[in-house]
């Protein structure tokens, strides 16, 4: 079992920045990829960014350009930089690990990007 805790969501206003952070209970072995997700009100879960064992990354395009997805394996921590943060970027965003195949995900993080 792996264990997910998140940090780093809040109130920010539009335009603004904030950073994400997730620390799985686990080290990179058997990591398959790290990464995040968003889920606003009435609408799906739905990937943010990933980044794969081998340092592969994959944005939604709603973010590209604005969000940074990076990870530091020494902290077994993922990080999400958010930049440029626009209104329709509110929702609470779920860390995601994917370990030997098997999916682990955080309690979640909100955000909320007034205008």
Same mark, same amino acid.
């Given at each position: 079992q792996? &264990?997910?805790?998140?940090?780093?969501?809040? =109130?920010v206003? *539009?335009?603004g +920045?904030l950073r994400l952070s997730?620390?799985?209970?686990t080290n990179s072995?058997g990591v398959?990829?790290?990464?995040w997700?968003? &889920?606003?009100?009435?609408?799906q879960?739905? =990937?943010v960014? *990933?980044?794969? +064992?081998?340092?592969?990354?994959n944005?939604a395009?709603?973010?590209?350009?604005?969000?940074t997805?990076s990870?530091d394996?020494?902290?077994?921590t993922?990080?999400?930089?958010m930049n440029?943060?626009k209104?329709e970027?509110?929702a609470?965003?779920?860390c995601?690990?994917?370990r030997?195949q098997?999916?682990y995900?955080g309690?979640g993080t909100?955000?909320?990007?007034s205008?």
């Amino acid at each position: 079992q792996v &264990q997910l805790v998140e940090s780093g969501g809040g =109130l920010v206003q *539009a335009g603004g +920045s904030l950073r994400l952070s997730c620390t799985a209970s686990t080290n990179s072995f058997g990591v398959n990829a790290m990464g995040w997700y968003r &889920q606003a009100p009435g609408k799906q879960r739905e =990937l943010v960014a *990933a980044i794969t +064992s081998s340092g592969i990354t994959n944005y939604a395009d709603s973010v590209k350009g604005r969000f940074t997805i990076s990870r530091d394996t020494t902290k077994n921590t993922v990080y999400l930089q958010m930049n440029s943060l626009k209104p329709e970027d509110t929702a609470v965003y779920y860390c995601n690990v994917r370990r030997f195949q098997a999916d682990y995900w955080g309690k979640g993080t909100l955000v909320t990007v007034s205008s």
